[in-house]
């Protein structure tokens, strides 16, 4: 099993930054990909950023050059830095952890709102 404790999210005002972050524990976890999808009502999830075992990150085309997911020394921590939100930025975010087999495990997620 898995243990994703996500940090961060709220309310800021356009323009502005937050930062979230998901600590990730369990017997069975091993460094491998993490990220971040987020879901506003009535939309379907979408990817936000991910970082996989070696590094390597991937974006939505909607926040490329505004978040940047980095991840811990240890690797069991992954955080995105949002800047310059929107209020299309609304969204309740959900921390993720895949495994080698491609099965994902998902946090609580934590509400982010973007006031104009």
């Known amino acids: 099993q898995i243990h994703l404790v996500e940090s961060g999210g709220g309310l800021v005002q356009a323009g502005g930054s937050l930062r979230l972050s998901c600590a990730a524990s369990?017997?069975?976890?091993?460094?491998?990909?993490m990220g971040w999808y987020r879901q506003a009502p009535g939309k379907q999830r979408e990817l936000v950023a991910l970082i996989t075992s070696s590094g390597r990150t991937n974006y939505a085309d909607s926040v490329k050059g505004r978040f940047t997911i980095t991840r811990d020394n240890a690797k069991t921590t992954v955080s995105v830095q949002m800047n310059s939100l929107r209020p299309a930025d609304t969204a309740t975010y959900y921390c993720f952890y895949r495994t080698p087999l491609n099965y994902d495990y998902w946090g609580q997620g934590t509400q982010v709102t973007v006031s104009s």
């Open positions: 369990g017997s069975r976890f091993s460094v491998n990909t």
